[in-house]
């Protein structure tokens, strides 16, 4: 089974400074015949599903605001805010869907304001 | 619109049985895997099961395996979890969710599952 961790568990970061998250797999979600990494972002709020954010590490999904960006391949990857707002407070998770069917959720990293 | 709403969630006792069910609406059901994912209350994400697009195909999380099962009626746009032997583990937050999130994440709102005497 692939495993996912990010880093940090949590993170306080000034309006308007930048947030970073990161994500690491047990083993590469790069598939080679489409060169695709199968690692998504969600953001969470309290009493909500999750939000898509990025699919492919790296494709914003429509609608999400160009402060959120996704980086890297293979085993790691990133996810960053480039300019905290207010409203970015919630929990973020990177998950795989490299393995057939199957998903696997990082543990989570809360992001307030300092 | 596309649309997953989850019912069948409650309060049960440890031991006890529970089915869930998800109704989807708003684009092609028999296209799409089906998975359920559940949040424990203060706690992250868990992938707990999944469903291949005809039924034909089922993986669980290790710590459910034995004790649930997903089912899809395709005809219904319905998918199911059946959930036997509960513990007080499994009290959370149940969703199900749409696979190939690349095609457009679909999440319900979710129901909760309460185990407890």
């Known amino acids: 089974d692939i495993v ?15 947030a970073t998250i990161n994500c690491k797999t047990s ?10 990494n199968y690692l998504t972002w969600y953001q969470q709020k309290p009493g909500q599903p999750p939000k898509l954010l990025i699919y492919w590490a790296s494709t914003r999904e429509s609608g999400v605001p160009d402060r959120f960006s996704g980086s890297g391949s ?24 490299y393995t057939t069917l199957t998903w696997t959720f990082g543990q989570g990293t809360k992001v307030e304001i300092k | 619109q596309v649309q997953l709403v989850e019912s069948g969630g409650g309060v049960v006792q440890p031991g006890r049985s529970l089915r869930l069910s998800c109704a989807a609406s708003g684009f092609t059901f028999n296209n799409y895997g089906m998975h ?22 089922a993986y669980y999380e290790t710590s459910v395996k034995g004790r649930f099962t997903i089912s899809r009626d395709n005809p219904r746009n319905t998918l199911y979890l059946q959930m036997n032997s509960l513990r007080a583990e499994d009290t959370a937050v149940y969703y199900c969710a749409r696979d190939r999130p690349y095609d457009g994440s679909v999440w319900g709102q979710g129901t909760m599952v309460t185990v407890s005497p």
């Open chain 1, 4 to 18: 996912v961790t990010q880093s940090p568990d949590s993170l306080a970061v000034s309006l308007g400074e930048r």
């Open chain 1, 27 to 36: 083993q590469s979600v790069l598939y080679s015949s489409n060169n695709k």
């Open chain 1, 74 to 97: 293979g085993t790691d990857f990133a996810l960053t805010i480039s300019s905290l707002q207010a409203e970015d407070v919630a929990v973020y998770y990177c998950q795989q869907h």
């Open chain 2, 36 to 57: 359920w994912v559940r949040q424990a209350p203060g706690k992250g994400l868990e992938w707990v099961a999944v469903i291949s697009r005809d039924g034909s195909d």
